[in-house]
């Protein structure tokens, strides 16, 4: 006999006699690595580096997926064991009971430590994929687009997931199931490019944007000024002022019993044929029909209720166009309007076609140099550099993405926006229409005038 056992030798042994198999300890290699990984990685977490999305990935996915297989992989290997010994009848029966209880006892530690580690895991992981890094960057290739226009957009303080997702469990499952597939097309490199929209399972905007925005609510009249340069050698500035009836618009399509459904006839919903209103306060109801539409047709399409998204369809992730975004460079100092026709080479400039970014950002302040080597050096690399910005954040030719490729629904200047509805040829059956009347949304105050009265008057010239 030899010498007594102590109580932890008495513990330990049946863990140590079951996890002697070789897939036991492949499991206890796998947990203490990621233990010993997460023991680094988290001082990085903990000064806000978790930011960075693939150091975010290491810490918050691939290392709690190789904790969790590694747990899942050292049970097995002790059940291995026990058949094993069951079939030869190697394990005494009373030693047997000793050990299984010593076990349990071990087990049950362990267990409770294991949870409270695999809790923060899961709980940072869960923080992690919710938040803006690895939304817009994890996959940056395929959401480059959307996460530079949402970068220069006026949310681009709220999270991705406040507009995506919002709360609720239901909608968060459906939207990690929604990313299994997505992942998958990553992965396979299947994805289309550019990426469809409008994106055909987002949440209602009334269970997103009306927590912050509430349509309902009557909202103001409000003064918008557009500046415009001209093409002349000089870039004249002129600018038209709207007054834009903001209430108005608001009440009209979203205000107090209002029920609007509709029936587009294109992917992208800029081809509307059919329009249903509803008023449950005033008791109308009406149906507006485009006269070039076909009954058979009609009947075979979706039918969506309208609501903030169907105008604001782009409210985070807004694409400029080449005119607009040179006029607001202009209008900000960016680029100088003392360079000769520089509007109109600008505007040039940005409709080439470029193979990539970087030979944009290459080939814009070359031409730009070369066509104004008698200006000011300074006034020259920083309308370069306005221009590559530019576009950078609006053109993407790996992922086909071009000037006006995403249509913005806001307005009617640029894409038909308004009119898809507001054409004055959807006819109701008593002969009513959906009028195209400016004054309805907007009073125009002046237009493309280099001198604005009403500026002066309002003190804003």
């Not at 030899?2 to 006699?17: A, E, M, N, Y």
């Not at 070789?22 to 010993?36: F, K, M």
């Not at 094993?84 to 030693?95: D, R, V």
């Not at 992965?187 to 925005?213: D, G, K, M, Q, S």
């Amino acid at each position: 006999m030899g010498p007594p056992r102590s109580t932890f030798d008495k513990l330990i042994s049946p863990i140590v006699h079951l996890s002697s198999n070789w897939v036991s300890r492949i499991g206890v290699i796998l947990v203490t690595s990621a233990v010993v990984f997460w023991i680094f990685l988290f001082p990085t977490s903990v000064r806000g580096a978790g930011a960075h999305p693939y150091l975010g990935i290491l810490e918050f996915l691939i290392v709690p997926s190789v904790f969790f297989a590694g747990l899942g992989v050292i049970p097995i290997g002790m059940w291995l064991r026990v058949r094993s010994e069951k079939k030869s009848g190697a394990a005494p029966s009373g030693k047997g009971r000793a050990e299984l209880r010593h076990l349990l006892i071990f087990v049950g530690i362990t267990t409770v430590v294991n949870l409270i580690l695999g809790s923060l895991f899961t709980y940072q992981a869960v923080g992690y994929m919710d938040g803006v890094a690895f939304c817009g960057e994890t996959c940056h290739k395929v959401m480059h687009p959307e996460f530079a226009a949402y970068q220069n957009s006026p949310h681009s303080r709220v999270e991705c997931v406040a507009c995506h997702i919002g709360p609720g469990a239901s909608w968060f499952v459906k939207s990690k199931l929604s990313g299994v597939g997505q992942l998958f097309a990553v992965t396979f490199n299947t994805y289309p490019r550019p990426i469809p929209t409008p994106v055909r399972n987002l949440r209602p905007a009334r269970e997103t944007c009306e927590a912050c925005h509430w349509p309902q609510k009557f909202g103001e009249d409000r003064l918008r000024v557009i500046s415009n340069y001209g093409d002349d050698e000089k870039n004249p500035l002129t600018r038209t002022v709207l007054l834009m009836r903001v209430g108005g618009i608001h009440a009209a399509h979203l205000g107090p019993g209002v029920t609007i459904h509709y029936s587009p006839s294109d992917e992208s919903r800029q081809t509307i044929p059919r329009v249903e209103y509803q008023n449950s306060v005033t008791g109308r109801q009406a149906v507006f029909v485009a006269a070039d539409a076909k009954p058979d047709a009609l009947n075979k399409l979706p039918t969506r209720q309208m609501d903030c998204m169907d105008c604001h369809n782009r409210p985070t992730h807004t694409l400029e166009l080449p005119e607009r975004a040179v006029n607001k460079a202009l209008a900000l100092g960016a680029i100088s309007p003392s360079l000769p026709f520089v509007k109109k080479r600008s505007v040039e400039l940005l409709k080439k076609s470029y193979a990539s970014q970087e030979e944009a950002a290459r080939k814009i302040p070359a031409a730009l140099q070369q066509l104004y080597r008698d200006s000011p050096p300074a006034d020259v690399a920083r309308a370069a550099q306005a221009l590559v910005a530019i576009y950078s954040r609006n053109v993407f030719p790996e992922m086909k993405v071009t000037w006006g490729t995403y249509p913005n629904n806001v307005g009617h200047t640029d894409f038909p926006g308004c009119f898809r509805c507001h054409d004055d040829n959807h006819v109701a059956a008593d002969g009513k229409k959906i009028v195209q009347e400016c004054n309805t949304c907007h009073q125009l105050l002046t237009m493309d005038d280099p001198a604005p009265k009403i500026l002066t008057e309002l003190g804003l010239q």
